[in-house]
């Protein structure tokens, strides 16, 4: 780090000299390096180097997530390995993005994420915190689905910043004492917008995409090209009459099934199987077009490849992954066709015998990020009452 | 001996560092930053323009929720000062060896997590939480009230969250006024509540308006009680400076709202300032 800061001031102090920048503008970077080396090369720098290559952060979603993959893939690495995984939980994929966007350098202080949907896997590219992988130390890569690798190069040029490591589905759960599998198969996505359920729905407050894509599979539209965008903000804007709660988190999700307080909402497949595992009367389901996402490990700019890609490729070890996707009820990125999966993986939601996931339905990261502001704004001004 | 004018800065400078550091630079990041362009991608673009500002009051929406938190923030002012005020004189008045249990008492919640506390309300009011469970069991009720996701319930976490701190002011405030004058009131033939209404509440003033500022402030600033307590309709100020800043990284509008809501608060505590006298709060808190 101090090689690099010592090229950019060169850098800097060349172009000062030159003319190019402005006198201000160089005491402000000489500042900023200052404080910056004061922090990495002074006492905090000397714990830094100690701990360096001795130890790798992992940011993933808490709860049963999270111990799944300390128990089933961090404990076991740093038992072979002798490096530590920090093993850290972030309150939302937005939130940590605005901690990695705050850090300096951005995505410094941050190692390998935990991500989820394709369109944050574009969000970080984006932003500049990506890396390239060298797929040649991950060997275990090649048991990974290609649909979920390809799609992933199709944003970064060929090339991965991340390793995909398991799926799921934003299905819609129920309370079986209140809806009849029939009655929730017959509705479908319009399970959600059904009138008799009235002060009993709830929905993921956090995300404008889960709730426009389950009312435009109500209005009868593709999520990915929605062409009647004023039908879809009439749907939600209806249902907001219905909703009881907006939830913020998965364990808030839990929480309002568990107890009976909302019969149906928009649920993480995971978390659904979890409840169900729990003897909850909460039934699933996943209605044609049902939006299906998938989880990769994002490693973050300014990471030590090397401690990375041997964690990545430890993970993805056949029995460190199929040991995670037990513990989180979530099916691993493991091709099925390639390796053998335990009858009980077989049945979580959103697995895929094939290994192609042909008739999945992902979101499409540039079509959303492209709406991302607008329509973030205009679900606000929805839930809100506007 | 020659007066050090320099000494009382030296003796400052820790705080004042920590204060400049921790307080006054952080406010004008987000000054400036309020000024800034946010990108589609999420990256912030350097510039000075009103935007973000003219987007503020460019239609109804964020206007009307800024009112909305205003008139909760008075609603739990009100409600935290007539539950506050017969507390703290009922701890002025006693002789009780119990007085300083139940004192700690009043501070016990400060001891348990802000949201631990908030989100023990769901298990209380909930359908199937404390309430509901006994009314239904003894039959006094056949569906579940609802209790909780609503307006009062946002203003029943402000209020287990700020009564204290209305409790604490007001207590101060009555510590200080000399009981001799009460007993002269009476000797002199004023009722009880004639001496209270025309000494002890009078001269209790101070710690009365210190706690609703303070409780006024808090409450405007807090966004964890309407995003837990609360149900569709029932946010706050803070509640979308958040989700501007956090879910979708659009800083500069998230700052803007910021610094509108700062400007009100400024402007709110430097009338009271004018009319009241800013350092009556130090001065109940320094009697604490």
Known sequence: ?386 | MKEKPWKPWLLLSPSLTAVFLLLIVPVCFVVVYSFWLRAPSGMDIPAFQFGNYAKFFADSFYPVILLNTIRVALETVFLCLIMGYIPAYFFYRTESRLKPFLMILVMLPFWISFIIRTLSWINILGDSGLINHLLLKYGMITTPLPMLYNEGAVIMGLIQYLLPFMILNIYVSLDGIDKSLTEAAQSLGCTEWQAFREITLPLSLPGVSAGCLLVFVLTCGTYLPPMILGGPGNEMIANLIFKRVIGTLDWPFGSAISVILLLLLVIIVYTYNRYMGINQIFKSLSKG
């Open chain 1, 1 to 386: 780090m101090g090689e690099d800061l010592k090229k950019r001031l060169d850098d800097v102090y060349e172009n000062y000299r030159n003319g190019n920048i402005t006198r201000r503008d160089f005491v402000k970077f000489a500042g900023i390096a200052g404080a910056a080396l004061g922090l990495a090369g002074g006492p905090f720098g000397l714990i830094n180097k100690a701990f360096a290559s001795k130890s790798i952060t992992c940011h993933s979603w808490g709860g049963t997530t999270s111990e799944a993959l300390r128990k089933f893939a961090f404990d076991p690495f740093t038992k072979a390995t002798g490096i530590e995984v920090i093993d850290a939980a972030f309150t939302g994929m937005d939130a940590f993005l605005t901690q990695v966007k705050a850090s300096y350098p951005p995505g410094g202080e941050f190692n390998i994420a935990h991500l989820s949907a394709v369109y944050d896997y574009a969000r970080y590219t984006d932003l500049g915190f990506g890396v390239v992988l060298d797929e040649s130390k991950i060997p275990n890569l090649k048991n990974v689905m290609t649909k979920m690798t390809d799609t992933l190069r199709g944003i970064t040029n060929g090339t991965l910043s991340a390793v995909p490591y398991d799926l799921g589905q934003t299905g819609i759960a129920y309370n079986t004492n209140d809806i009849s599998k029939e009655k929730a198969e017959e509705l479908g996505a319009s399970l959600l917008y059904d009138k008799s359920l009235k002060g009993k729905l709830g929905s993921w407050g956090g995300d404008f995409r889960t709730n426009m894509w389950y009312a435009a599979l109500h209005t009868g539209q593709s999520p990915n090209n929605i062409t009647d965008v004023d039908a879809v903000w009439d749907a939600l804007t209806e249902q907001r009459s219905m909703m009881k709660k907006y939830w913020a988190s998965g364990s808030e999700l839990m929480s309002l099934l568990a107890n009976g307080e909302i019969s149906a909402t928009v649920a993480w497949s995971g978390r659904v199987a979890a409840l169900q595992d729990q003897g909850h009367p909460i039934g699933y389901l996943a209605p044609d077009g049902t939006y299906s996402w998938m989880e990769y490990m994002y490693v973050l700019k300014g990471t030590d490849l090397e401690v990375a890609q041997k964690l990545l490729n430890f993970m993805l070890a056949p029995e460190a992954s199929i040991a995670v996707a037990q513990g989180q009820k979530y099916p691993p990125a493991l091709d099925p066709t390639k390796v053998e999966m335990p009858e009980d993986v077989k049945k979580l939601p959103a697995f895929d015998p094939t290994g192609k996931l042909n008739g999945y339905l992902f979101a499409d990261p540039a079509y959303w990020n492209k709406h991302q502001l607008e329509w973030a704004e205009k679900w606000d001004r929805i839930m809100a009452g506007a």
